[in-house]
């Protein structure tokens, strides 16, 4: 949590809070929409944003349209979502370090395109190209998937 | 809805982590609310924040994963899915609860309309209706913006807007959108910088009020 951009404090309240919230809605998980992992994930950055940034509660969107968004089931979707990790996996690891620092500075330090450029001392343009290009690879290993 | 102009891959990626300031990350959840294809790619993207996560030191979900999903009862899982505790509205509707027509306009002149939407911390959220033939007002000089459509259409040198298109353009690229005809042009727009939003009002008011 302290590398989603939060402070120490908040990053302990905020991994309570995750946990307390994955808790709660255990109910909701189920496996063949989508790793554990994603739905993690996904709530620890929604709480990262509601505790940041406190005012934009309805960029949550409404998780009904993600469910229809990966509704496509394998026969095996539990193995399918295992696949899928693991490419993503191996797509990560295998980018050039300049493309994989972006990608970590966005997700696990919570930094815009502005806050890396910023950052690296790099121009916006070659922060988004690389970004860019990381998710056209990760994007191909997945293709077979989709 | 056919939508032709989507997020860039660089903003999606953004948005998906989390990292796209405020005022740009509420357009693009409108975007996504309306174009499947962007919803598909932001369940992608969060699975490589989901890859990030349990690949740093000490993370376990992954090896946790078949005892958590064995551990549901099916009457737990039944039951309660129905009742998504994170459920929340569409966007859109949380922001114009009343609709697009019930939008409470500031008059510019031109052919132009403003409504402020209100947001905290940094960038400039707003509504932007522009009647046809009018020219929907440029702005770029850096800072990332983003434009959906969300009634009518325009045009420029990089194609045809419609409901649901997203400009989602370089500042590089230099362009000078058009309405088209029929109903009024209605456009999500947000900014990164507020002070560059309040500089297009001001160039907007210009003419008129020699600002």
């Known amino acids: ?146 | 809805m056919s939508i032709t102009h989507h997020l860039d891959d660089a903003t999606l990626m953004s948005f998906a982590a989390g990292a796209l300031p405020a005022a740009l990350a509420a357009v693009a959840a409108a975007h996504v609310t309306m174009c499947a294809r962007c919803r598909s790619d932001v369940v992608a993207l969060e699975g490589v924040g989901a890859a990030l996560l349990t690949a740093l030191p000490g993370a376990r979900i992954e090896r946790a994963e078949p005892e958590f999903a064995a551990g549901l009862s099916p009457s737990q899982q039944r039951g309660e899915a129905s009742a998504a505790p994170m459920q929340s509205p569409a966007p859109l509707a949380r922001l114009l609860p009343l609709g697009l027509d019930a939008v409470r306009w500031r008059r510019l002149g031109l052919g132009l309309w403003h409504h402020r939407l209100p947001l905290k911390g940094n960038g400039a959220l707003g509504l932007l209706r522009v009647a046809p033939g009018r020219i929907v007002p440029e702005h770029g000089h850096g800072g990332a913006e983003l434009t959906l459509v969300l009634r009518g259409s325009f045009h420029d040198a990089t194609g045809r807007y419609r409901t649901g298109d997203v400009a989602d353009l370089d500042d590089s690229i230099e362009h000078e959108p058009v309405a088209d005809p029929g109903p009024d042009c209605v456009c999500l727009f947000a900014s990164e910088t507020p002070a560059r939003f309040r500089g297009l009002i001001a160039r907007l008011m210009q003419p008129w009020h020699g600002l």
């Open chain 1, 1 to 146: 949590m302290m590398r989603l951009g939060a402070d120490a404090g908040t990053a302990e309240d905020l991994a309570h809070e995750t946990l307390f919230a994955v808790w709660r809605s255990a109910a909701l998980y189920r496996a063949e929409k989508g790793s554990a992992a994603s739905w993690i994930f996904a709530i620890a950055r929604n709480l990262r944003i509601d505790r940041l940034r406190r005012e934009v509660p309805w960029q949550q969107l409404p998780q009904e349209l993600f469910e229809e968004a990966s509704g496509e089931t394998l026969p095996d979707a539990a193995l399918a979502e295992k696949e899928r990790h693991a490419r993503v996996h191996t797509a990560l690891s295998g980018l050039p370090p300049e493309q994989h620092e972006v990608v970590v500075l966005a997700y696990l330090e919570g930094l815009s395109h502005g806050a890396i450029a910023q950052r690296l001392g790099l121009p916006l343009g070659t922060v988004k190209s690389r970004m860019r290009i990381a998710y056209q690879k990760i994007r191909a290993a997945l293709e077979d998937l989709r």
